[in-house]
Nanobody, 127 residues
Framework: QLQLVESGGGLVQPGGSLRLSCEAS????????IGWFRQAPGKEREGVSC????????NYADSVKGRLTISRDNAKNTVYLQMNSLKSEDTAIYYC????????????????????WGQGTKVTVSS
């Protein structure tokens, strides 16, 4: 069964850190570009960060640049999102997604060519 499973979400105070993980089963994650997307209550989904299959290329939303870092370990079939200096506006459900034949910019901007989505992990930033 092909699936992506996110973990690492939770409640954190403003200024705190979390590390999200996206682990794949049933597929070789190294064959795919991976994106992290988020959706806050009442807002549209947005692409947060995307990474190419090799890890050579990354893309970040302007709102998270300098605070979030995407990385991948293809040997572990896992992609990570290190989240530092978290703000209340980072509160959302975070989803990882796998896509092919797409650039990281296009993937994050349009969510095109995404074949698989995870179920999401909730991040709440609050004091």
């Amino acid at each position: 069964q092909l699936q992506l499973v996110e973990s690492g979400g939770g409640l954190v105070q403003p200024g705190g850190s979390l590390r999200l993980s996206c682990e794949a089963s049933g597929l070789t994650l190294g064959d795919y570009a991976i994106g992290w997307f988020r959706q806050a209550p009442g807002k549209e989904r947005e692409g947060v960060s995307c990474i190419s299959s090799s890890g050579a290329y990354t893309n970040y939303a302007d709102s998270v640049k300098g605070r979030l870092t995407i990385s991948r370990d293809n040997a572990k079939n896992t992609v990570y999102l290190q989240m530092n200096s978290l703000k209340s506006e980072d509160t959302a459900i975070y989803y990882c997604a796998a896509g092919i034949r797409t650039t990281v910019q296009a993937m994050c901007a349009t969510a095109r060519r995404i074949g698989y989505w995870g179920q999401g992990t909730k991040v709440t930033v609050s004091s």
